[in-house]
C-alpha cells in the first residue's frame, strides 16, 4: 500500500499525508520545495524534490513517473493545482500508476469561470448574471446591463485571490484595470469576468465521484476567512444545506466527473435558490474538518482507486468545527482593521482543533510558514499564486 502526495509544502498535504498514514499505508511526500513541511512529518515515509511544475512541466511529469518506478508507488494524489499539470499527461501516467482524476479537458472547463457559465447552462444550474469583456471599451456598455454590486474575479483564481467588489457603477472601470494591472493580464482569454453580487449565505460542499456516481459529500460554513471578509477558510463549521448539495451534486454529474471536486454555493437571501460560484477540482481548504467529522476523503480516493468502486459514505459527526490557525492569525489585522471585534476576540480565544497540529508530530505545524514566509519576501504576499497552466 503507497501513495505518492504532491505539493507537500501545503497544509493540505499535510492533512492527505496523515490520514493516509494512519491508516497503514505508507506515504511517499513530494514538492519543488526543499523545506516542504511534509517532509518533516512522521507519517512521511519518504521524500523527493521535483521541479517546478509551472516553468518545467515536462520535467515535472517525467521526475514523477521515474519516482513512481523506482518506489513501487500505486496510486498518485495530488493536493492542488500540480494536479491540473499532471492531468494533461493523464494518458501517460495511467500506464504507470492508479491516478484517480478527471480529464484534463474537465477540469478546465470547470476551472475557468468563463466556461463554467456555459457547463452551469448545460446542466441546469444557475450561475450570478456574468459578463467576460475582451476590452476595456467594451465595460461602458456593459455597465447599464448589470446590477450593482459586482464582483471581479480572475478566470482561474481561487481563496478570493483577485477578487474585488465594486458597489458604484463608476468604479467598474478604474477597478477593472487595477486587476489587470495588478496581475500583469494582456491576453483578452484572460480578462477578468465581472459578475452580479448575490446576497445570501455562501455554503460549502465537498464531493467524491466514481464516473458521475456520487460517493461522499460533506458541506461546511466559513465562519472566519483569510483574507479576512473573503478568501480561505481559517474557521469553519460542519453545516450542510439541501439545495447547495443537489447543485453541485447536478453539475458534476452532468460532466460524469471522477474524483475529487469543491464548490461554493450561495443561497439567495429573498428567494431560498442556490447559485453557483465556484468550483475546484480539488481537495479544498478544510478538509481537516470532513475528516475528523468521519469523511476520509484522502482514504476514500485511494480505496477507491485500489478496489475500482467503494460503498457511498454516509455517516458523520455533524456541527464540529476545524481551524487553520497560521491563515487565523495571518487574517488577526485584516479584521481589527474592520473593527470587527468578536471574530478579532474568536481569533484570539478559539480552541477549535487545528488542521496541521499535533503533539506528538510537530515539526511541521512549526514549518508549514516557511514556504509562506519566503514568497512574502520574494514577491511582497503570502497569499498563494494563481498558476497557469
Known amino acids: 500500500m503507497s501513495v505518492l502526495v504532491t505539493h507537500a509544502h501545503n497544509r493540505l498535504a499535510y492533512c492527505v499525508t496523515r490520514c493516509l498514514a494512519k491508516h497503514g499505508i505508507r506515504v511517499t511526500c513530494a514538492s519543488d520545495f526543499p523545506l516542504a513541511a511534509c517532509f518533516f512529518s512522521r507519517y512521511c515515509t519518504d521524500h523527493f ?38 492531468a494533461k499527461y493523464k494518458d501517460t501516467l495511467d500506464r504507470h500508476v492508479l491516478f484517480p482524476y478527471p480529464a484534463y479537458s474537465k477540469i478546465d472547463a470547470v476551472s475557468d469561470k468563463a466556461r463554467l457559465i456555459e457547463i452551469a447552462a448545460k446542466a441546469g444550474v444557475r450561475i450570478p448574471k456574468t459578463i467576460t469583456p475582451r476590452a476595456i471599451d467594451q465595460l461602458e456598455e456593459a455597465k447599464s446591463s448589470l446590477r450593482f454590486p459586482v464582483r471581479i474575479k480572475l478566470r482561474r483564481g481561487h481563496g478570493g485571490i483577485g477578487m474585488s467588489l465594486v458597489k458604484e457603477e463608476s468604479d467598474l472601470i478604474p477597478a477593472y484595470q487595477k486587476t489587470l494591472h495588478k496581475f500583469n ?11 452580479e453580487h448575490i446576497e445570501g449565505k455562501e455554503m460549502y460542499v465537498g464531493m467524491l465521484f466514481n464516473h458521475g456516481k456520487l460517493k461522499a459529500k460533506f458541506g461546511h460554513f466559513k465562519i472566519r ?47 431560498g435558490t442556490p447559485y453557483i460560484i465556484d468550483i475546484n477540482p480539488r ?15 484522502p482514504y476514500l480516493l485511494y480505496q477507491m482507486a485500489k478496489s475500482g468502486d467503494i460503498k457511498p459514505a454516509s455517516q458523520y459527526t455533524k456541527g464540529l468545527q476545524a481551524r487553520w490557525l497560521h491563515g487565523d492569525l495571518a487574517s488577526l489585522p485584516g479584521y481589527i482593521q474592520r473593527k470587527d471585534w468578536n471574530q ?35 514577491i511582497g504576499t503570502m497569499q498563494p499564486l494563481i498558476e497557469k497552466y
Open 283 to 297: 481537495f479544498w481548504g478544510p478538509l481537516f474538518l470532513a475528516i475528523i467529522s468521519g469523511v476520509e476523503f
Open 49 to 86: 524534490t521535483y521541479p517546478s511544475p509551472w516553468k518545467h512541466p515536462d520535467q515535472f511529469v517525467q521526475k514523477i513517473i521515474d519516482e513512481i518506478e523506482k518506489r513501487d508507488i500505486e496510486v498518485l494524489m495530488p493536493v492542488h493545482h500540480e494536479g491540473f499539470i499532471l
Open 344 to 378: 478579532t476576540l474568536g481569533i484570539l480565544t478559539c480552541r477549535a482543533p487545528t488542521d496541521s497540529w499535533e503533539s506528538h508530530d510537530p515539526i511541521p505545524f512549526f514549518t508549514l510558514p516557511i514556504y509562506n514566509l519566503i514568497q512574502l519576501i520574494r
Open 185 to 195: 493580464i494582456s491576453l483578452q482569454e484572460e480578462y477578468p469576468i465581472i459578475q
Open 225 to 271: 476567512t483569510y483574507p479576512a471578509g473573503h478568501g480561505s477558510g481559517t474557521l469553519s463549521i460542519q453545516l450542510e444545506d439541501p439545495r447547495a448539495t443537489k447543485t453541485l451534486h447536478k453539475l458534476a454529474k452532468s460532466l460524469n466527473w471522477h474524483g475529487i471536486i469543491s464548490g461554493s454555493i450561495i443561497i439567495e437571501e429573498n428567494t
